[in-house]
Protein backbone atom coordinates (compact mmCIF):
# COMPACT_ATOMS: atom_id res chain seq x y z
CA UNK A 1 0.00 0.00 0.00
CA UNK A 2 2.91 2.01 0.90
CA UNK A 3 3.43 2.98 -3.31
CA UNK A 4 1.70 5.96 -3.57
CA UNK A 5 3.56 7.75 -0.53
CA UNK A 6 7.12 6.43 -0.99
CA UNK A 7 6.96 8.51 -4.78
CA UNK A 8 9.39 10.99 -4.71
CA UNK A 9 7.82 14.15 -4.91
CA UNK A 10 8.50 16.09 -8.39
CA UNK A 11 10.26 18.79 -6.87
CA UNK A 12 13.92 18.20 -5.78
CA UNK A 13 15.17 15.49 -7.65
CA UNK A 14 18.41 14.29 -9.20
CA UNK A 15 19.07 14.73 -12.73
CA UNK A 16 21.26 14.54 -15.32
CA UNK A 17 21.52 17.18 -17.47
CA UNK A 18 20.15 15.76 -21.34
CA UNK A 19 23.34 17.99 -23.13
CA UNK A 20 26.22 17.32 -20.91
CA UNK A 21 24.95 14.36 -19.01
CA UNK A 22 26.15 15.50 -15.92
CA UNK A 23 24.18 15.10 -12.51
CA UNK A 24 22.29 17.87 -10.56
CA UNK A 25 19.06 18.62 -8.86
CA UNK A 26 16.45 20.39 -9.95
CA UNK A 27 14.68 22.39 -8.42
CA UNK A 28 17.55 23.94 -6.80
CA UNK A 29 16.74 27.60 -5.01
CA UNK A 30 19.51 29.80 -6.76
CA UNK A 31 19.50 27.71 -9.93
CA UNK A 32 19.02 27.91 -13.24
CA UNK A 33 18.95 24.81 -13.80
CA UNK A 34 15.70 23.64 -16.14
CA UNK A 35 13.93 20.27 -15.80
CA UNK A 36 16.47 18.46 -19.12
CA UNK A 37 19.73 20.89 -18.46
CA UNK A 38 22.02 21.71 -16.07
CA UNK A 39 23.11 25.04 -14.92
CA UNK A 40 25.89 25.83 -17.66
CA UNK A 41 23.94 24.10 -20.40
CA UNK A 42 20.74 25.64 -19.43
CA UNK A 43 22.86 29.21 -19.84
CA UNK A 44 23.46 28.76 -23.60
CA UNK A 45 21.66 30.30 -26.18
CA UNK A 46 18.71 28.30 -27.30
CA UNK A 47 19.83 27.59 -30.70
CA UNK A 48 22.89 26.14 -29.81
CA UNK A 49 20.78 23.99 -26.96
CA UNK A 50 18.57 22.47 -29.81
CA UNK A 51 21.55 21.55 -31.55
CA UNK A 52 23.41 19.68 -28.44
CA UNK A 53 20.33 17.97 -27.86
CA UNK A 54 20.00 16.54 -31.37
CA UNK A 55 23.79 14.72 -31.05
CA UNK A 56 23.17 13.84 -27.38
CA UNK A 57 20.49 12.39 -28.76
CA UNK A 58 22.73 10.94 -31.78
CA UNK A 59 25.04 9.88 -29.70
CA UNK A 60 22.71 7.98 -27.30
CA UNK A 61 21.47 6.02 -30.19
CA UNK A 62 25.42 5.04 -31.33
CA UNK A 63 26.23 3.72 -28.37
CA UNK A 64 23.16 1.68 -28.17
CA UNK A 65 24.15 0.32 -31.28
CA UNK A 66 27.70 -0.45 -30.87
CA UNK A 67 26.99 -2.01 -27.18
CA UNK A 68 23.40 -3.58 -26.99
ZN1 LIG B 1 24.59 20.21 -19.02
Redesign the pocket.
Known sequence: MPDKQTRLLPATRDKA??????A?RYPEKGSAATRF??E???ALPAAFRKVLNRMSMRIDALERKSNP
Do not use: E, F, L, V
Open positions: CKICRTYHCACA
